[in-house]
T-cell receptor, first 113, second 116 residues
Framework: AQSVTQLGSHVSVSEGALVLLRCNYS??????LFWYVQYPNQGLQLLLK??????LVKGINGFEAEFKKSETSFHLTKPSAHMSDAAEYFC???????????FGTGTSLTVIP | EAGVVQSPRYKIIEKKQPVAFWCNPI?????LYWYLQNLGQGPELLIR????????DSQLPKDRFSAERLKGVDSTLKIQPAELGDSAVYLC??????????????FGEGSRLTVL
């Protein structure tokens, strides 16, 4: 089955600390991978995406993610958390040549002052 | 450029009543999606359109849910009759594939449904 798994439904970090949100995918072929952020009462907005090429992808707001085929992972990181980073984060993948997106169950990030 | 527009933002109805949601995608986006998002969960696909054609509606509960995308632009999602378990956020998204790979999804703000 093709799916995306996010480890940890809740993550808390101190302001200024490293943010690490985990995402693993299951697919027999390299997928297209995305990270989206959702603020309360809003829709999802794209943080970054991996399609082909460079495996380290930089996104908005200082976030980046690295595609690791050997680990089937696409973890999201940010060196220094800011209070405004508190939100829900979703990893998503498109596992074939179609347009069907598979979303993870989300990780709620809390930033402690 | 205007984003994906959804209405209404909030809707409260009694069970067994009908409800409809409307979505206007980004101009030129040929693919339109309706997702269901329960509290604390990720979006789950209800239906995907490529232009006017519903290419994936396998997760749409067809006994009570219906959708249409006339002229390949705006779309409506209807529930009739609504049940308590339908309380959720209904998200609309659109995309345009350019080059290799799928186009990114652009989401509307969602329509929050409460069924009493």
């Amino acid at each position: 089955a093709q799916s995306v798994t996010q480890l940890g439904s809740h993550v808390s970090v101190s302001e200024g600390a490293l943010v690490l949100l985990r995402c693993n995918y299951s697919s027999s072929v390299p997928p297209y991978l995305f990270w989206y952020v959702q603020y309360p009462n809003q829709g999802l907005q794209l943080l970054l995406k991996y399609t082909t090429g460079a495996t380290l992808v930089k996104g908005i707001n200082g976030f980046e993610a690295e595609f690791k085929k050997s680990e089937t992972s696409f973890h999201l990181t940010k060196p220094s958390a800011h209070m405004s980073d508190a939100a829900e984060y979703f990893c998503a993948g498109v596992m074939n040549t179609g347009n069907q997106f598979y979303f993870g169950t989300g990780t709620s990030l809390t930033v402690i002052p | 450029e205007a984003g994906v527009v959804q209405s209404p933002r909030y809707k409260i109805i009694e069970k067994k009543q009908p409800v409809a949601f409307w979505c206007n995608p980004i101009s030129g986006h040929n693919t339109l999606y309706w997702y269901l998002q329960n509290l604390g969960q990720g979006p789950e696909l209800l239906i995907r359109y490529e232009n006017e054609e519903a290419v994936d509606d396998s997760q749409l509960p067809k006994d009570r849910f219906s959708a249409e995308r006339l002229k390949g632009v705006d779309s409506t999602l209807k529930i009739q009759p609504a049940e308590l378990g339908d309380s959720a956020v209904y998200l609309c998204a659109s995309s345009l594939a350019v080059g290799q790979g799928p186009g990114e999804l652009f989401f509307g703000e969602g329509s929050r449904l409460t069924v009493l």
